[in-house]
Structures are given as C-alpha cells and as structure tokens.
C-alpha cells in the first residue's frame, strides 16, 4: 500500500508508544557503538524487554514499558530525544502507515 507523500508527522508520540526498542537492528546498535553513543546504549542495556503475549515488560524488574524511552514530550507536542541518530525502524515509519498514528485512512 502506498502512503500519501504528504502526510506530515503531526508529533502526537501514537507510534512511539509501542516502544520500538524492540525492534533495534544490528546494525543500529553498530552504529551507535561507532557514534559513541553510550548514552543510548546504556539505556537499552537499562530497558531490556521481553514480549509477554499483548505487551512489553523489563527483564530487569518485570515492570511494564510503556512507551520509547527516548520519547519526550515539551508541553505542546511529543519529540525524540535521538531524532538525528533514531532507529532504522523509526526512520522508515511513514507516517499514517499504521493502525497507531491518527492519520491512518485503514486498508
């Protein structure tokens, strides 16, 4: 299915909610390595997660994730924290794609 070109990401955070950390490549993580970017690193060592049937949870704790943990939000819209270095995943969401974003016209 084809998307409209021109749908712009209205920043409303719906796709990030599914908490795309488990969806990181490889190579995403080759990169951030070569990035330095232990800053990221660290906090998917940190969010490591586990699919329990409907939804995602820490292996550390069991606690529940409920969102990206790179998803902030500046009092009027949602933005990632590593927009320049996001992952390949993220970059190739386009938006209306999919059943989460608001702008999904269905099949």
């Known amino acids: 299915m084809d998307y409209p070109a021109d749908n712009i990401c209205k920043r409303c955070g719906n796709c990030c909610t599914t908490n795309l950390v488990a969806y990181i490549h490889d190579?995403?993580?080759?990169?951030?390595?070569?990035?330095?970017r232990t800053d990221i690193l660290k906090v998917l060592d940190k969010e490591a997660v586990v699919w329990e049937g409907d939804h995602l949870v820490s292996s550390n704790n069991g606690t529940y994730i409920q969102g990206c943990p790179f998803l902030s939000w500046d009092g009027a819209v949602f933005f990632c924290d590593i927009y320049e270095t996001r992952p390949m995943v993220c970059q190739n969401y386009q938006p209306g794609s999919s059943e989460l974003c608001s702008q999904f016209k269905g099949r």
């Open 27 to 36: 190579d995403d993580l080759k990169r951030w390595k070569n990035e330095g």
